[in-house]
């Protein structure tokens, strides 16, 4: 997008010198968009608004071809994803008439489940896989400015793809990085001598997710002193890769050895990405022997990787929890988020990789979509609009949190994202912004989201099968657990049982069938973690003792809570409490199977 700018045409650039003349390119961008923020705004709006004004949509809200903010401030209503259902619906079932956008939609893209327990289905049009490039393109210009040296080596990262579905209209349905990874943007991508991966595509783009991590694994093993970042997606991805090393580390290095695959790998295009590098290694099968063999696992990513520099993983927001982990296993190197994103669409960057995480702030980049913000104070209304004023994006205020607003070129007009997000500061005339939370998201360990409606209809649903034994669920709490990995989730649970001189107390497998049941109603995302990925464990029930819950808002009342507005905490992080809930557990039962991967509907 071409805005007026007299940025000097040199290497050197506001956020540094760059590396080479093609990352000053790309930094000087970021500097144009940044500091003409609002004009490309106002730009961004009228290209959408205009390239979508013969939409069912914007037809129904007589926007009557305007573009200007005015116009669309006062007649466009601020949505969820429940108010567009029946859009979505419609084009998911093959209407392919202009509802929310003028191009036609490409696929839909996956995000976390509705609180009807399934999948939201993001409209998403084909020219976002350029805007997704365009952003990834800043990321390595804007790390080279603080790590020298990245065209040296190579990076470890580990990437998977999810399963993706067809909706009855024919469109593809999947998550945003696996449309991604299969796109020719991915696939086909130039050499890049800062951007060279360890892992063959072959590998990323297969289903198996034992056979993709098998093989990623083996080739950061064989590259291991080339090595000089290693990486995820989330936190929680990169720690699943450390425990399948402690797994499979004695298949791994047979393997090496002999210089052989395992007949376990038996999708052939992985197979043939390995044959041209996979040669016997005697030297390296005793060394990975001697430093997975031991138990010891500290320090192990340095270990085995001396030359990394950093980690590459998004550990804000709920990733925060693995933070330490990850310290354990890296002996403390730097941890590096560097993009804001979601299925909706792509935000910004972090312009500070390599600051602490606690300190992580994005700057959102103002060419991606039409931005709008609304107060905290006033997000808690359900629709949130009627006579409030949202912000625009070079109007938030340093302190003031906000829910995130969008509008994008796919055709989602004024969309809740759910995000609440802090202003932290600016750069130029763009804001910054720290990740706050998800809104109303209680429990996630990985990509799953459950909310407390979510989890009250699982405990309502799991708590059917103790009512032939005279007993209810009195309270309830949750926990997720992130100790051991994968991370699970714990619910604590206070029984009644009415009647028990008959001896019939609900018995070990009867709560593991309670905690079967609560898998089966939570969403489908949940669900797929589970079955499909291995990145959740088994949902455990911790069964307390009678009158903990009690002790509990004691033990709040005594810090100062209200005895009259308290209120039992569905999910509790805060160490004495989970100290307390610990030491009060009679029994403790872990879901015996894999849940079905559709929703189970009670009633």
Request: proline share 6%; hydrophobic share 40%.
């Amino acid at each position: 997008m071409a805005v007026e700018t007299t940025i000097p045409t040199t290497t050197s650039t506001s956020l540094g010198p760059a590396a080479n003349e093609k990352d000053a390119e790309k930094l000087r961008f970021i500097d144009e968009m940044t500091a003409y923020a609002d004009a490309v705004q106002e730009k961004v709006l009228a290209e959408i608004l205009s390239r979508n004004a013969e939409t069912e949509y914007l037809q129904r809200y007589k926007l009557g071809g305007a573009t200007d903010r005015a116009t669309f401030k006062a007649k466009i209503p601020m949505v969820t994803y429940e108010d567009l259902q029946p859009e979505i619906q419609r084009i998911a079932n093959g209407d392919r008439s202009p509802i929310l956008s003028a191009h036609p939609i490409s696929e839909f893209l996956t995000s976390s489940g509705t609180s009807a327990g399934e999948r939201k289905l993001m409209p998403t049009i084909k020219e976002e896989l350029d805007r997704r490039q365009l952003l990834y393109s800043l990321l390595t210009p804007v790390m080279n400015l603080y790590v020298p040296g990245l065209d040296k080596g190579k990076a470890l990262y580990f990437y998977f793809v999810k399963s993706e579905t067809r909706t009855p209209g024919g469109l593809l349905a999947r998550p945003v990085l696996t449309s991604y990874y299969k796109s020719e943007h991915f696939k086909s991508r130039p050499y890049d001598p800062y951007n060279v991966i360890t892992s063959p595509t072959p590998a990323i783009l297969c289903a198996d997710s034992f056979q993709s991590m098998y093989v990623q694994m083996l080739c950061g093993l064989l590259h291991r002193l080339q090595v000089l970042r290693v990486g995820a997606v989330f936190a929680s991805g990169l720690l699943r890769a450390i425990r399948f090393l402690q797994l499979h580390w004695e298949e791994l290095a047979r393997d090496i050895a002999a210089g052989s695959l395992s007949p376990k790998i038996t999708d052939l295009s992985v197979r043939d990405s390995v044959a041209d590098i996979l040669k016997p290694d005697p030297e390296l099968a005793e060394f990975v022997r001697a430093e997975c063999s031991t138990g010891e696992w500290a320090g192990i990513i340095t270990r085995i990787w001396p030359s990394t520099k950093y980690l590459d993983v998004i550990v804000t927001g709920a990733m925060a929890q693995y933070i330490p982990t990850l310290e354990h296993y890296s002996g403390g190197l730097p941890m590096a988020c560097t993009m804001y994103a979601s299925s909706e669409c792509y935000f910004g960057l972090n312009l500070r990789p390599m600051c602490k995480p606690s300190d992580v702030s994005y700057t959102i980049m103002p060419n991606m979509a039409y931005f709008e913000f609304l107060p905290l104070e006033l997000a808690a209304t359900r629709k949130g609009d009627g006579d409030v004023q949202l912000v625009d994006l070079a109007r938030v205020e340093v302190g003031k949190e906000y829910e995130l607003v969008i509008t994008t070129y796919s055709g989602l007009c004024r969309y809740r994202v759910g995000d609440i997000l802090r202003v932290t500061g600016f750069h130029n005339a763009a804001p910054q912004f720290r990740f706050v939370r998800r809104k109303n998201v209680l429990l996630s360990i990985e990509s799953d989201k459950t909310d407390e409606a979510e989890l009250q209809k699982a405990v309502e649903s799991a708590s059917e099968l103790l009512k032939p034994y005279n007993a209810t669920v009195v309270e309830y709490t949750s926990h997720a657990f992130t100790k051991t990995i994968p991370g699970h989730y714990i619910i604590y649970w206070e029984l009644l049982v009415k009647d028990c001189s008959q001896g019939r107390t609900p018995g070990g497998e009867v709560m593991e069938r309670c905690c079967l049941a609560m898998e089966e109603a939570l969403n489908s995302v949940y669900r797929q973690s589970r079955v499909a990925d291995g990145s959740i464990g088994p949902l455990e029930i911790r069964v307390v003792r009678g009158g903990t819950f009690e002790e509990l808002m004691d033990y709040a009342i005594s810090r100062g809570a209200s005895i009259n507005q308290y209120k039992v905490p569905r999910c509790v992080n805060f160490p004495p409490i989970l100290e307390l809930l610990d030491s009060r557990v009679v029994s403790a039962h872990f879901s015996p199977a894999l849940p079905n991967r559709s929703p189970q509907r009670s009633g």
